[in-house]
């Protein structure tokens, strides 16, 4: 699978752009922003459908369970990355538990968590389909 198209879903403009930008400096260039989670899920309904969503776990019009649940009934295939502020590993297995493909913590040092975010979507991506 290759990472050809991604959605980054968050209200903070500064937090978008840099991960925008470094998703681009390492050659993911397709990348859409979003400041909410309903113009995300309306372009998921316009028949766009991305390979990964990295989405803030408060989107200001919905909670990250009500968008990762509307993202899996749009689009079931869908990597959902839950990239957020909020340190509660208690948040991040529920998300798990309900279809989240990873949740990591926003520190103060942004650049290594979107460091960290971007090595996982590239192991998330090398990950060999699995067939029955």
Known sequence: M???LL???DKNSIHRNLIKYHLNINKFSGVQVFQSGNECLYRLQKNVTPDFIIADFDLGDCTGFEFLKKVKNAAP???VIFFTTIDDPILAV???EAGASDY???TSKIDF???ELIKN???IVREPAISD
Request: hydrophobic share 55%.
């Open 104 to 106: 990591l913590v926003k």
């Open 113 to 115: 968590g979107i460091s």
């Open 94 to 96: 529920k998300l798990l």
């Open 7 to 9: 959605f980054v879903v």
């Open 2 to 4: 290759k990472a050809d």
């Open 77 to 79: 295939q869908v990597h």
């Open 121 to 123: 979507i590239k192991f």
